[in-house]
């Protein structure tokens, strides 16, 4: 099976999404732009009155940031499907050079907007592949950082695990498709044919290839974690439920996924990517409430050695659960530094 694409999509259904939402993004870029002048000055107002940290004003150029980097992502895209058609062999490295810029317009956006202090330890770990990166996902703004901090700074070439309701951004769309990704519909991660699709992103990975995939397969918060709790309460080993009770930072990870990639590309290393400050932002009203600003975002990677991870399947199960235990253990010491700090 191809990585690219979606197999199960048909044709129509593609061009009556995109029919929506590239006019849309076309259209939404250069009217906030236009906006900004009449908007600003009545934010500036609500915001002195509030003192919420200039939260609406920041809000209004984070929104009006994305919403330009879609569209001139969009016109972007659009000029390398016609240079493409002259230059085949060179499209999918253009597209991955779109990707990571379009990942580090919005995160550095972010970043300036709302004044985040970013620190990333371990970076030379992704620096050669094949690789299999598996990263904590809190926040729909975490799904940026793989592009524009590893990809970016290191030109390793990640192949994406993502879910399918973000083709709705007709960016991810339109280039994440012309790149081998998979978008997998959420729910079904343990179906085979769901299964299939992540496997066929370890095969065949270079020296500057890797697979990135979210193992907990939704951002974490308490109330899901409670969900998935209760569960694997139903159905799974009670010692596996006693292990997902201890983690109090991280959803259980999937284990489909992981599985499958360490069985398709036993020789990959393993690297970990983890992160915080980006807890509890999951709506608009988050940033409105500017519960972002200012904040400090701290990242580590680690990398294990294909030689070191078990070839049999329990063994890499439990392997899996150690390593999340360890995401786990390095959030609880950030928490507690966190507190310990005045």
């Keep these: 099976m191809s990585p690219h694409g979606l197999a199960d999509e048909t044709r129509l259904a593609r061009i009556a999404r995109r029919a929506v939402t590239v006019p849309l993004y076309l259209v939404l870029g250069p009217a906030l ?82 004044g985040l202090r970013v620190t990333l330890r371990g970076l030379e770990f992704v620096a050669t592949g094949p690789v299999l990166v598996w990263m904590r996902h809190a926040s729909v703004i975490d799904t940026l950082l793989p592009a524009a901090l590893l990809s970016s700074r290191t030109g390793i070439r990640l192949r994406y695990v993502l879910k399918r309701e973000l083709l709705w951004d007709p960016c991810l769309d339109i280039v994440g498709q012309r790149l081998p990704n998979a978008f997998v519909r959420r729910g ?59 983690l109090q930072h991280v959803l259980p990870p999937r284990l489909g996924g992981p599985l499958a990639l360490l069985e398709t590309a036993p020789d990959a290393d393993v690297v970990v990517c983890t992160h915080t400050g980006f807890e509890g932002l999951r709506t608009l009203g988050d940033l409105w409430s500017g519960a ?38 390095w959030l609880e010491a950030r928490a507690h530094a966190a507190e310990a700090t005045p």
Excluded: M
């Design 33 to 114: 732009l236009l906006s900004l002048p009449f908007l600003l000055p009545l934010l500036t107002l609500h915001d002195l009155v509030r003192r919420n940290r200039w939260s609406g004003v920041r809000s209004a150029l984070a929104f009006t940031h994305y919403a330009l980097g879609e569209t001139l992502g969009l016109v972007a895209s659009g000029a390398l499907w016609l240079i493409g058609r002259v230059a085949p062999q060179r499209a999918a490295e253009w597209n991955f050079q779109l990707q990571c810029w379009w990942a580090r317009w919005l995160f550095g956006g972010a970043r300036r907007i709302f």
């Design 188 to 246: 079904q991660g343990g179906s085979e044919a769901e299964i299939d699709r992540v496997r066929a992103l370890a095969r065949d990975l270079g020296p500057h290839d890797g697979v990135l995939v979210f193992p907990e397969g939704t951002r974490y918060t308490p109330k899901r974690r409670q969900q998935v709790i209760d569960r694997l309460a139903k159905s799974a080993d009670p010692k596996l439920v006693e292990r997902a009770r201890a």
């Design 292 to 329: 972002l600003v200012g904040r400090r975002i701290e990242i580590e990677v680690w990398r294990s050695p294909a030689s070191e991870i078990p070839r049999e399947r329990d063994g890499r199960i439990e392997w899996i659960q150690t390593q999340w235990e360890r995401v786990d253990a």
